[in-house]
């Protein structure tokens, strides 16, 4: 890269120089590890520290209550679902045991009617059966006057 306009190396060498020394000048006024104002800030940085330190246990131990109270009220849900399931199950058992009783009672009242139309047909057969005996025997009273 070329030099800037009016510089020459010298220059350039004597800028440099100036900034390493404003570097170490630094490094030597940095104040000594026993200086009140480094151990003021050491002080509140360990500070600092313990305060998160603590923030971070009390959010652990939040944490740790949340999830028992999770586990409580999954456990509470668990045992209300399997309440209202062993309910619905017998509510289940009990209308199926009505079904059945309700199927048996239609079922006898259905032989019972069968077995009662059948008694009538028997007694209209007979009654049939009866009345063509009648005409039968009036047929043959008849045939034997006029012989």
């Not at 028992?68 to 058992?93: F, G, P, S, V, Y």
């Not at 045991?97 to 259905?110: I, K, M, V």
């Amino acid at each position: 890269m070329p030099p800037l306009p009016g510089q020459k190396f010298q220059d350039r060498q004597a800028t440099a120089a100036k900034a390493r020394q404003a570097l170490v000048e630094k490094f030597r006024t940095r104040p000594a590890a026993d200086d009140p104002a480094v151990l003021q800030r050491e002080a509140e940085r360990k500070a600092v520290i313990e305060a998160r330190v603590v923030r971070e246990a009390q959010r652990a131990e939040e944490r740790r209550l949340q999830e028992i109270e999770n586990q409580t009220r999954l456990a509470a849900e668990a045992a209300a679902a399997r309440e209202a399931k062993a309910r619905e199950d017998a509510e289940r058992a009990e209308n199926a045991a009505r079904d059945a009783a309700e199927h048996e009672r239609l079922a006898a009242e259905e032989i019972e009617l069968k077995a009662m139309l059948e008694v009538e047909k028997k007694a209209e057969r007979d009654a049939r059966y009866a009345a063509r005996k009648a005409r039968k025997v009036e047929r043959k009273g008849a045939i034997d006057r006029y012989r």
